[in-house]
């Protein structure tokens, strides 16, 4: 394959349960990123990670927590869900942070 | 505050010629990014700028003016293909991309 994955494509999830959306890419970009998309809003950055091993956060960080143990994987969690939640998640990676952004199918997740 | 405007929405005819813009005021300025995303799908790059003026890439160009905070998307010759959202997108003085709320471009035969 070429470019990234998302997985799964969508999810339906009962409130306060634990959730995990996974992210890889094999392009060996540095940089990695989640997104929330939302109807009439600008995509909103969650966490991000510069390279492996580090991460920092974004706009919306508030509920969710990411890991970076290698180049090619990014996981997003979601501790407790709760509706709010309810988007469309994206993951997109690019070489370096001042490099172009490409991005996954992205993972539509409802939380009731 | 930082916030990026752009209209929520533009119906153009095929074969025909759309520019849509893009105001922004961010905190530091490293490039301005125009991507498009067709319904139900990622976002697709589509072109960047970081210096003033005119960048030309086949059917679309984009246009930067710093002083004034504004870019354009400038689509010619306009297939039914093109009918997506197009987003305007900044990075600014942290490199993290501040997004604008996206253009729905609705073409009609």
């Known amino acids: 394959i070429a470019g990234i994955t998302q997985a799964p494509t969508s999810q339906i999830l009962a409130a306060g349960r634990r959730m995990t959306l996974r992210c890889t890419q094999d392009?060996?970009?540095?940089?990695m990123y989640w997104y929330r998309q939302d109807l009439g809003l600008g995509l909103r950055l969650i966490h991000y990670s510069n390279t492996a091993g580090t991460t920092g956060k974004g706009e919306v960080p508030d509920g969710y927590s990411v890991s970076r143990a290698n180049t090619d994987d990014f996981p997003l969690t979601l501790a407790s869900a709760v509706p709010s939640q309810t988007s469309v998640y994206f993951c997109a990676s690019s070489g370096t942070s001042e490099d172009t952004q490409y991005f996954g199918p992205g993972t539509r997740l409802t939380v009731l | 505050g930082q916030n990026i405007d752009q209209p929520t929405e533009m119906t153009a005819t095929e074969g025909a010629i759309v520019q849509i813009n893009c105001t922004y005021q961010t905190s530091g300025f490293n490039g301005l990014f125009w991507y498009q995303q067709h319904a139900g799908e990622a976002p697709t790059f589509l072109s960047y700028?970081?210096l003033d003026g005119l960048e030309e890439k086949g059917r679309f160009s984009s246009f930067l003016s710093r002083s004034k905070g504004y870019s354009y998307l400038l689509l010619k010759e306009l297939q039914m293909k093109d009918s997506a959202s197009y987003l305007c997108a900044v990075r600014d003085s942290n490199y993290q991309l501040i997004w604008g709320a996206g253009t729905k471009l609705i073409i009609k035969p």
């Open positions: 392009m060996r970009h540095n940089a």
């Open positions: 700028n970081v």
